[in-house]
Antibody, heavy 119, light 108 residues
Framework: EVHLVQSGAEVKKPGESLRIACKGS????????ISWVRHMPGKGLEWMGR????????IYSPSFQGHVTISADKSISTAYLQWSSLKASDTALYYC????????????WGQGTLVTVSS | EIVLTQSPATLSLSPGDRATLSCRAT??????LAWYQQKPGQPPRLLIY???NRATGIPARFSGSGSGTDFTLTISSLEPEDFAVYYC??????????FGQGTKLEIK
């Protein structure tokens, strides 16, 4: 059975760095792209970018380019989303999702990681 | 960037009613449009891909239609578990995606 399990909630201060994780299991990790999606409180979903674990090709939404980095360690089937300097406006719930290869829909999702940035 | 606008923002209906949700794109996305359902405290669930194809395990009461810039998600007869937020998503430029802002389907 396919699972995406994300790392736990984080509380950080502005200016701090952070990396959150998304571990895939039950499928060949390198055969499916991974996307990250932001869900801010009371707002809609925002696509942040996608990553191809087979060749590390990454593309970002213009809204997130330069603000986050998406990567993965395929040896442990884990994708990452990281910030070098957090802002209060990064406070949100972050989801990883697998992109289905034939439909390009997001067919499996992680449970979400809540990131709170506050001084 | 392609922008998706969903309407209405909120739809108030009763169980057994027919629900019609709209998604409009600022430029053609062909049929590269998906619909997701999200319930409180849960991640989104893929309902429809490529405008009209139901994802695995999705009940037949959910259907999608449209092409180009105008799309519709129809729920033929609402069940209590269908009250949720619905998002459309495009991948016209297949390297990149965008979501609509969502339609909240609430119990009247």
């Amino acid at each position: 059975e396919v699972h995406l399990v994300q790392s736990g909630a984080e509380v950080k201060k502005p200016g701090e760095s952070l990396r959150i994780a998304c571990k895939g299991s039950g499928y060949n990790f390198t055969s499916y792209w991974i996307s990250w999606v932001r869900h801010m409180p009371g707002k809609g979903l925002e696509w942040m970018g996608r990553f191809d674990p087979s060749d590390s090709y990454t593309i970002y939404s213009p809204s997130f380019q330069g603000h986050v980095t998406i990567s993965a360690d395929k040896s442990i089937s884990t994708a990452y989303l990281q910030w070098s300097s957090l802002k209060a406006s990064d406070t949100a719930l972050y989801y990883c999702a697998r992109i289905q290869e034939s439909s390009y829909g997001f067919d499996y999702w992680g449970q979400g990681t809540l990131v709170t940035v506050s001084s | 960037e392609i922008v998706l606008t969903q309407s209405p923002a909120t739809l108030s209906l009763s169980p057994g009613d027919r629900a019609t949700l709209s998604c409009r794109a600022t430029q053609s996305v062909s049929t590269y449009l998906a619909w997701y359902q999200q319930k409180p405290g849960q991640p989104p669930r893929l309902l429809i891909y490529d405008a009209s194809n139901r994802a695995t395990g999705i009940p037949a009461r959910f259907s999608g239609s449209g092409s180009g810039t105008d799309f519709t998600l129809t729920i033929s007869s609402l069940e209590p578990e269908d009250f949720a937020v619905y998002y459309c998503q495009q991948r016209r430029n297949w390297l990149m995606y965008t979501f609509g802002q969502g339609t909240k389907l609430e119990i009247k």
